[in-house]
């Protein structure tokens, strides 16, 4: 596939209801140019995985959409595109905090605090993918959060100091470019080794929870198609899809 070039051209809006909505609306128009990044400063109804939403502070967090379109790329390898951009999105940040881990399929976490969040929308045509909408969330300088949201951080949290948001998206476009040219080159086995490097638990016991109940479990891997590979008390290995299992707490 070709080389792809992000934020060729950058869109920047003061607020909007979805960058991912927006993206949508321009590939609808056939009006969207091959890695698009649409960067808003505040979205009035920002979208996370399944029915989520994603709270942020106005002009405080990096909010933006990617837009490609790669037209050759197999639909069924399709879980290597989060596994890329996951990889980018840690991979920066380690630059500059640590420890950084991705929680399975595509949250990004600092210090066991959700950092940032990915929301992919693809469109398939035929046994290929046709285009992909990719939402990424980062808190940066947003120090506070709603009540009842515990989970959550941002660099300026975690480095004790602010961050220039432009020059901040720059060098995470820069690794997100790297990690997905690399996707387009066909090395998925580079892509799959720095996403597991990276996840969180792999390979150590902890509680979660499925339909048939709470268990102990170790994950040992994750399919090319994205399912998490866990291995029960019993030896038995279990894949899930996405909401299909609960983590719990570590042992």
Known sequence: MKK??????LLKLDSVDSTNNYAAAL???????DGTVILSAYQTRGKGQGSNTWISGAGENLLFSIILKPQ?????????????????IAGFLETLVRPVQIKWPNDILINNKKVAGILIENTVSGMNLNTSVIGIGLNVNQDAFPEGITNATSLKLESDREFDLDHTLENLTGWLNTCLNSLYEEKYGVVKVNYLNRLWLLNKWANYSDAGGKFEGRITDVTDSGELMVLQRNGKIRNYGFKEITFNNML
């Open 4 to 9: 792809i070039i992000l934020g060729e051209p």
């Open 27 to 33: 590939l609808a128009k056939g009006t969207a140019k």
């Open 72 to 88: 050759s790329f197999p639909a069924d390898m399709q879980f290597f595109l989060s596994m890329s951009i996951s990889w980018g």
